[in-house]
């Protein structure tokens, strides 16, 4: 199910996908695809998550990774504002060099849940600043607003993972197949619109082609194909939102040598065409 907000934004066309707005409180249980940040702007309460109930007092910053079960109480003052990220396309939240290992680990739940930044603590102050710009530049959009959303949500995680707040759990730093899958995507983020091949991949990483396959499919629900050509797709429409650039020139620089390849390939990923999707 899906995150319910009052007042809230449409969803940017940033490639972290972001909505803000002011959390629906009740006593029911919650459980939503998208990751959230929230800030108690007015009161006190209390939030239930893994069997644990922690409080939240005014100015309180907190994260919920997605698809995570907790409940509100004693909320009847509170008001708190959130920004949620759609993490359903991974791949496109990672083309920017947001590790898959990250991403993979808030969407599978192989990673703490919650965690709480206070005033006073060292991450504070540039985290409450971040999340007002997000939250201003997506509700008054102004010219390459999504450039500003991108680096804040970037800062926010980086304050979030370098001050261990969320930790991602040892099983998935000792695993093999994890390691093995951050060097190909790595790899492949760095030359996607190199017109990069399977043999390429293989060759550059040491990663036979068979594993290479079989990586994407057990662990990203995938193909090479799959994630190469939305990696090139979301890249484009991130040049067709933020710049002004021919849709030809923005069709090569994201990999693609025929125009009308691009074209088609864009329509059937976001139910658009190029230039339809530069207006809209």
């Known amino acids: 199910m899906s995150l319910e907000l009052m007042h809230s934004t449409s969803a940017s066309n940033s490639v972290f996908r972001v909505a803000c707005g002011e959390m629906v409180l009740n006593e029911k249980q919650n459980l939503h695809n998208e990751a959230v940040f929230g800030l108690v702007r007015e009161g006190n309460l209390g939030i239930s998550i893994d069997d644990q109930t ?4 005014k100015n309180d910053i907190y994260f919920i990774s997605p698809n995570r079960k907790y409940r509100f109480n004693n909320h009847e003052d509170a008001v708190i504002d959130i920004i949620s990220l759609n993490f359903s396309n991974a791949t496109a939240v990672s083309q920017d060099y947001i590790p898959q290992s990250i991403i993979r680990a808030l969407v599978n739940g192989n990673c703490s849940s919650f965690a709480k930044v206070s005033p006073g603590e060292n991450s504070y102050s540039f985290m409450h600043g971040a999340f007002d710009d997000v939250k201003r530049a997506e509700t008054e959009k102004p010219d390459y607003f999504q450039l500003q959303v991108y680096s804040k949500m970037y800062g926010l995680f980086y304050e979030l993972f370098s001050n261990k707040y969320i930790k991602i759990l040892d099983v998935e730093m000792r695993s093999k197949k994890y390691r ?4 190909v995507t790595h790899y492949i983020d760095e030359h996607y619109s190199d017109g990069v091949s399977l043999e390429e991949v293989a060759e ?5 082609r068979y594993y290479v396959s079989h990586l994407f499919k057990e662990l990203m629900d995938n193909t090479f194909v799959g994630y190469v050509n939305e990696l090139r797709l979301n890249h484009a429409a991130m040049l067709l939102a933020a710049t002004d650039s021919p849709i030809i020139e923005i069709a090569s620089k994201s990999g693609f040598n025929n125009l009308s390849n691009f074209n088609r390939a864009f329509k059937m990923y976001f139910g658009k065409t190029p230039s339809m999707y530069r207006k809209g």
């Open 54 to 57: 922690m409080d939240l007092a």
């Open 204 to 208: 550059a990483t040491g990663i036979s």
């Open 180 to 183: 093995a899958l951050l060097r």
